[in-house]
């Protein structure tokens, strides 16, 4: 029984959750620091779970064992739906403010990258989990220390103060 469950198929397996686990966290991590309710677990399990549906879709129900008019492709627009519906939670609207739009981002994102390590798509899953993370910190910066500092520069000559 334990050459079954640890066969080199399943350990393949086993590896991708790990890998979809891994850089889900790393997403995640940078949400834990900006203190936003979605952390590393969150997006852990968000890239995990995509990434299990993937498996399942591609390799475990598909291949010439598949039932007539099975398609794989289904099960990933489906991921694509749920993560869309767990992104619309994390957005609130309050006092003329939208707050969650980019952890609801960060989100979908990992669901794809997810998506990615369970299609074998290994490079593809750690170029974009390497690029979000830029997106998340550097982008911030510049967000909130230099178009905000040259946003209220123009909003002084706006006025007349130099």
Known sequence: MLEQIFSP???????QLGLATILGALIGVERELARKTAGMRTFALVAMGAA???????????????PVGYDPSRIASQIVVGIGFIG??????????????????????????????????YPMAI???????????FLWFMENHIIKKLGSVAARDDDGDQ
């Open 127 to 137: 170029f974009s989990t390497l690029v979000t993370i830029f997106i998340l910190v």
């Open 9 to 15: 198929q399943n350990l393949e397996i086993f590896g």
């Open 52 to 66: 299990l549906f993937t498996i399942l879709s591609h390799s475990q129900l598909g291949g010439p064992q598949a």
């Open 88 to 121: 619309g939670g994390a957005i609130v609207f309050t006092k003329s403010q939208v707050k969650g739009l980019t952890t609801a981002a960060g989100l979908w994102v990992s669901a794809a990258i997810g998506m990615a390590v369970g299609y074998r798509f």
